[in-house]
């Protein structure tokens, strides 16, 4: 069974920092797309960070996250990580990560192209 699992959301003040975790279970983890998204209150769900081909190195960011936001993988152990720095009021929103087989060696971070989604976690940043 194809399980995502995100963790590590919580409150921190404006210029602070979080680290957010996914494990994914049920894939062959090195031929997935994998990545961050969120959704903040009243607005569409957006892509944050995806890595789509693990053989090139290729990591989408965000453009309002790029410089901040920091993905990575540790395929010993199934589980891609957001490293967030210089957190902003407009970042606080549910952070989902998201997966699929399909996408892999593909390009972009748009979530409606994903199959797979764990529960999110709620990151808030105050001013």
């Known amino acids: 069974e194809v399980q995502l699992q995100a963790s590590g959301g919580g409150l921190v003040q404006s210029g602070g920092s979080l680290r957010l975790s996914c494990v994914a279970s049920?894939?062959?983890?090195?031929?997935?797309?994998i990545g961050w998204f969120r959704q903040a209150p009243g607005k569409e769900r957006e892509g944050v960070s995806c890595?789509?081909?693990?053989?090139?190195?290729?990591?989408y960011y965000s453009e309002s996250t790029k410089g901040r936001f920091t993905m990575w993988s540790d395929n010993a152990n199934d589980a891609v990580f957001l490293q967030m720095n210089s957190l902003k009021p407009e970042d606080t929103a549910v952070y989902y990560c998201?997966?699929?087989?399909?996408?892999?060696?593909?390009?972009?971070?748009?979530?409606?192209?994903?199959?797979?989604w764990g529960p999110g976690t709620l990151v808030t940043v105050s001013s």
């Open positions: 998201g997966a699929d087989s399909r996408l892999f060696g593909g390009s972009g971070c748009n979530p409606l192209e994903f199959g797979s």
């Open positions: 049920g894939f062959t983890f090195d031929e997935i797309a």
């Open positions: 890595i789509r081909s693990s053989s090139d190195g290729r990591t």
